[in-house]
């Protein structure tokens, strides 16, 4: 059993950045791919970034990509999202997701199915 935990949102101005935290308890960090997803009001679940187990491989949605960069410490069981020129389209509720059956040379992709643990989210709001 895997208990993720997410930190950091908030309401921000277009242009500024923010650092979302993941932090998780059981299982071994290690061994586990994370994911991060958001869902904006009256739209579906998106996948917004995947990094390996061991931190070494990301890969994020066009939307995000060359402005959000996904890390993870292991050593602190957390994952990190620092979202850079941030738009008031990046409005959401932001989730973290544990796969924990993923091998270690491959990178969790926007398949939610494939994610069997996560967060209660955390709310970012981005105004113009």
């Known amino acids: 059993q895997v208990q993720l935990t997410e930190s950091g949102g908030g309401t921000v101005k277009a242009g500024d950045s923010l650092r979302l935290s993941c932090a998780a308890s059981g299982g071994t960090f290690s061994r586990i791919g994370m994911g991060w997803f958001r869902q904006a009001p009256g739209k579906e679940r998106e996948f917004v970034a995947g990094i390996s187990r061991s931190g070494r491989m990301t890969q994020y949605a066009d939307s995000v990509k060359g402005r959000f960069t996904a890390s993870r410490d292991n050593a602190k069981k957390t994952v990190y999202l620092q979202m850079n020129d941030l738009k008031p389209e990046d409005t959401a509720v932001y989730y973290c997701?544990?796969?924990?059956?993923?091998?270690?040379?491959?990178?969790?992709?926007?398949?939610?199915?494939?994610?069997?643990?996560w967060g209660q989210g955390t709310q970012l709001t981005v105004s113009s």
């Open positions: 997701a544990a796969d924990t059956t993923i091998i270690l040379s491959t990178i969790p992709g926007p398949d939610s199915t494939s994610y069997e643990y």
